[in-house]
């Protein structure tokens, strides 16, 4: 029964780091999906968010 308990650990933790592998991928897929081609509307540093002139 301890096999078994090894496997199933086992098992769940693979399944587990494919769900993480998972969710990565879709959403660095949304973040080139909504960051468009053109130059500066991608998602920008929230440090250098203020306007460069007020």
Same mark, same amino acid.
């Given at each position: 029964?301890?096999?078994?308990?090894? =496997? /199933?650990?086992?098992?769940?933790?693979?399944? #587990?780091?494919?769900?993480?592998?998972?969710? %990565?991928?879709?959403?660095?897929?949304?973040?080139? =999906? /909504?960051?468009?081609?053109?130059?500066?509307? #991608?998602?920008?540093?929230?440090?250098?968010? %203020?306007?460069?002139?007020?």
């Amino acid at each position: 029964s301890a096999r078994n308990r090894a =496997a /199933t650990r086992r098992r769940r933790i693979a399944v #587990g780091a494919g769900a993480v592998a998972l969710v %990565a991928a879709i959403g660095v897929g949304t973040w080139l =999906a /909504t960051g468009g081609d053109e130059e500066g509307t #991608g998602p920008q540093d929230t440090r250098n968010s %203020a306007p460069a002139s007020p």
